[in-house]
């Protein structure tokens, strides 16, 4: 019955349980679709322009060549846009207290002011007296962030002008500004990326986990309906085993059959007893899939299993022990499996070549067989038919050892494995009063006889190479993928806790591995490029002005050890320290220092006598173009006081030199050489650092994002291959089962349209043999196992893909194919001799007919 609608034993309906992974794989798919249409306009927002343009306004004089005209002409250049209106106002007065720490500016305004220091402390009067930056309070979230945004303005200025920018110093300004400014969400790609990866694989995750449970518990369920249909089939039948036990007198009743009959009684009561407990607690979802009600499954599965054996062996007995209808098939289906050992072993011995067995020993053993087939039949009167067919096995189990004594005797191959015998046989001979298979018994007997015989003669029948097909025990790597696929190694369906604490670990290795990736990717996505050491001056076209020579061109790439991503043109201007600067000693120290106007003097110097090199436009280098000023001073000591360079920096890039124009600090180096290349290497460092924004989302975040996304990627692909592993085993089983099916099939059609052929064989060859008997009873046992195999290949066809995929199909087939190699193995055996009894009494010539001689006669 299915589990949706299920009812326990009062009534109440029963609902498959469900797991909390379930309710949180659905939220997260709803989260990741969400985030998924976030990340998509996120990224597509990043390619449309922001919507305002950002107004830079030129009030008064201001120097370094800005004018509302140069500026104006760079903007259309490099136009800046923002996401709100904002206006940036370049003015050469001093800000007053409430501009610049209060905020206190018109709507949406930046004011940035060309002075470059303070005015005088001595003026404590005037109103107007702060250099720097006043921003608008409400363009900030807070105190502290509207002292950030009004520095990293004022740097974004001050930097770009101390390297001799004028009006793309403005505008840099106002594209920080506009960077700092942009409270839309993060349009990274990598950021958008971990986090819908994060999300879908934690669904995945969720999804695979609800997905489990759900086959663990589906798994529990079918076992548990199994073992209801095989307990509802022996309550059903009781009523009819206690009729035929009650039909057995009680001086007939064997103590094996009584026994039997008691724990039947016993086991079924309790089974019942314990079948509605166990249904709760399958239907109950803190109980369904713990330890102990895998054990309580185990045992009522077993228990069950007991009972349909019993059922079957009581069913049997009684009717033999009463003598009812059925005592014939009792005794077949005891008979069975000595039949199919036996008549493997006459064929095997038949076809040998020479003679290997006496031939009057086959014709015991074969008459001897005849009579334990037939025991169930024929007068009763002196002995029971179990009494006969205990006579007759022990008789068959003399004669098998003889011929197995015999064969051993010749040299023979690999041992071959002996069938072991299954318990429902031995509860069948304990409900007849029968003794249990022993090692002297006739099945174990025949069983060895036969393994001696295959050892020596080699795979002879077809039942060998079917049985060859069967799977055997795969190899180290096999074995390893299944294990891997989860396809062994597992009772039932509870994990064993080795393979726990193994999966454990593994999780926990993989957790710390998700860590350091993680924070690697971070690192190299969101950390700020730095110095490298590794370099040569590679992109580096050097060119050195130097009039008196003082300087090596090679010296100066010698000590380099950063490179150029792009080429850049560095031009060395030699010139004369104490002409260009003014320098001061320190009071009581050999230092010597300059001031800020000083620096600026003469870095303004220098640029102007290169304008032949700026734009005429608006006084700008090419951007591909940097001139390091290098002063040498009367001693040959080397001075750089700063860069003067055609490329723009934005984001937190600095200059390594700036000291010199804000403060007027210098330094004297005693080699001018290495002064000059550390310069050059400072602004290789800038220009990779050019353009670098603090990412506008939190690394934090991004961080534990990537963890997850790597974690559960790895966890995920790991149970896809496990998926695909046992997908793949299921489908190589379902391929080789459906073949093997269609193969018997047509071997069971041939043998039922050969059916009237060989009951005509028999009819010939039970005329002529000296065992009629066992040839009678074979031909019965063979037309009803033929049925029971064609029986079963309708059903094994009739299977859905579903059941097809499960591990017993498999079996049931390689069994089915060695019953039906079996069969034609009998088969071809009484053709084979059906048609040497034909040739030996043709007669030749007229002549009387020669004597009959079968095999197994001489």
């Known amino acids: 019955m299915p589990a949706r609608l299920m009812h326990d034993s009062t009534g109440r309906r029963l609902h498959r349980p469900f797991h909390w992974t379930a309710i949180a794989a659905i939220i997260m798919a709803l989260v990741t679709t969400a985030l998924g249409g976030r990340a998509v306009l996120a990224v597509q927002a990043a390619n449309v322009p922001d919507p305002y343009e950002v107004q830079v306004v030129v009030r008064g004089d201001n120097g370094f060549n800005i004018t509302q005209q140069t500026v104006d002409a760079e903007l259309a250049r490099h136009p800046v846009r923002a996401t709100a209106p904002l206006e940036l106002v370049i003015t050469d007065r001093w800000l007053t207290g409430d501009e610049l720490l209060r905020g206190q500016v018109p709507e949406n305004q930046i004011i940035v002011s060309t002075r470059m220091e303070n005015r ?88 695979a986990s609800a997905l489990r449970y759900r086959s663990r518990w589906a798994s529990r369920h079918r076992r548990l309906a199994a073992a209801q249909r095989k307990l509802a089939r022996v309550l059903l039948d009781l009523e009819a085993l206690e009729a035929t036990y009650q039909a057995t007198e009680q001086s007939r009743r064997p103590a094996g059959f009584t026994k039997a009959w008691r724990q039947l009684e016993s086991l079924s009561l309790d089974a019942a007893r314990r079948e509605a407990p166990l249904v709760r607690s399958l239907f109950t979802r803190a109980e369904c899939l713990e330890q102990s009600t895998g054990q309580q499954l185990a045992a009522f599965e077993a228990d069950t299993r007991k009972l349909t054996e019993l059922a079957d062996s009581l069913m049997g007995a009684g009717s033999v022990h009463a003598h009812l209808a059925g005592t014939g098939s009792t005794f077949d289906k005891l008979s069975s499996p000595i039949n199919d050992a036996a008549t493997a072993l006459l064929i095997r011995l038949d076809t040998a070549p020479g003679t290997m067995v006496a031939g009057k020993d086959l014709a015991d053993f074969r008459s001897a067989l005849g009579e334990l087939l037939n025991a169930a039949h024929g007068d009763t009167s002196q002995r029971t038919a179990i009494e006969r067919w205990a006579e007759a096995e022990r ?228 951007e591909d173009l940097t001139i390091i000023p290098l002063l040498i001073t009367d001693e040959g000591k080397g001075i750089v006081p700063g860069l003067i360079s055609g490329a723009v920096i934005s984001g937190t890039a600095s200059w390594g030199t700036t ?141 859905t893909l579903g059941q097809r995929l499960a591990a017993g199909y498999a079996q049931r087939t390689a069994h089915l194919a060695r019953l039906v190699a079996l069969l034609g193995e009998r088969d071809a055996d009484v053709a084979r001799r059906a048609k040497a009894l034909v040739l030996a009494s043709r007669g030749a010539g007229g002549d009387a007919p020669a004597p009959v001689e079968l095999p197994g006669q001489k």
Do not use: C
């Open 120 to 207: 005088d402390p001595g003026l404590s009067d005037a109103e107007q007296r702060f250099a720097g930056v006043g921003l608008d309070r409400s363009l900030a979230a807070s105190d502290d962030a509207h002292t950030d945004l009004r520095f990293d303005i004022e740097h974004a200025f001050t930097k770009n002008v101390s390297v001799g920018h004028g009006p793309k110093a403005a505008v840099a300004a106002a594209h920080t500004a506009a960077v700092l400014l942009d409270n839309s969400p993060s349009s990274s790609a990598i950021f958008w990326f971990a986090a819908v990866g994060a999300s879908a694989m934690l669904t995945a995750a969720f999804l």
């Open 395 to 622: 008789r068959l189990a003399k004669l098998a050892g003889k011929i197995a004594a015999r064969l051993r005797r010749y040299p023979r191959g690999l041992q071959q494995p002996v069938p072991q015998i299954g318990a429902q046989h031995n509860e069948l001979r304990s409900s007849l009063g029968l003794p249990p298979v022993s090692k002297q018994g006739a099945l174990a007997q025949i069983a060895t006889a036969n393994s001696l015989a295959r050892g020596i003669l080699g795979d002879t029948l077809q039942a060998d190479q079917e049985a060859d097909g069967m799977p055997r025990e795969p190899g180290a790597w096999r074995r390893a993928l299944a294990k891997f696929a989860g396809t062994v190694g597992t009772e039932g369906d509870e994990p064993p806790k080795l393979r726990r604490a193994w999966t454990a670990g593994l999780l926990s290795a993989l957790l710390l591995g998700s860590l350091i990736a993680a924070g690697v990717i971070v690192s190299s996505v969101a950390s700020e490029p730095g110095r490298t050491y590794e370099g040569s001056g590679r992109g580096m076209e050097l060119e050195i002005d130097d009039q008196g020579k003082l300087v090596d061109e090679a010296e100066i790439r010698r000590y380099m050890e950063e490179d150029f991503d792009t080429p850049q043109q560095i031009l060395v201007v030699v010139r004369d320290a104490e002409a260009y600067l003014e320098l001061k000693h320190f009071d009581g120290s050999e230092y010597r220092d300059s001031t800020p106007e000083s620096v600026r003097t003469a870095i303004l110097r220098i640029k102007d006598e290169y304008s032949d090199r700026a734009d005429p436009a608006n006084g700008e280098l090419p």
């Open 659 to 799: 000291g010199g124009w804000e403060h007027g600090s210098i330094y004297e180096s005693n080699y001018p050489a290495m002064e000059a290349a550390s310069a050059a290497e400072d602004f290789a460092v800038v220009l990779k650092q050019a353009g670098y924004e603090q990412p506008d989302y939190s690394t934090s975040l991004l961080y534990w994002m990537l963890v997850f996304m790597l974690f559960f990627t790895v966890v995920n692909v790991v149970q896809v291959l496990q998926y695909l592993l046992g997908a793949t085993s299921q489908l190589t089983r379902f391929s080789r089962g459906s073949r093997s099916v269609q193969h018997s099939r047509r071997q069971l059609e041939e043998l039922a349209m050969g059916l009237e052929d060989s009951q005509i064989n028999a009819v010939a060859v039970l005329g002529a043999t000296a065992a009629p008997n066992a040839d009678e009873a074979g031909q019965r046992l063979f037309e009803r196992a033929l049925m029971m195999a064609w029986r079963e290949a309708q059903e094994l066809s009739s299977m």
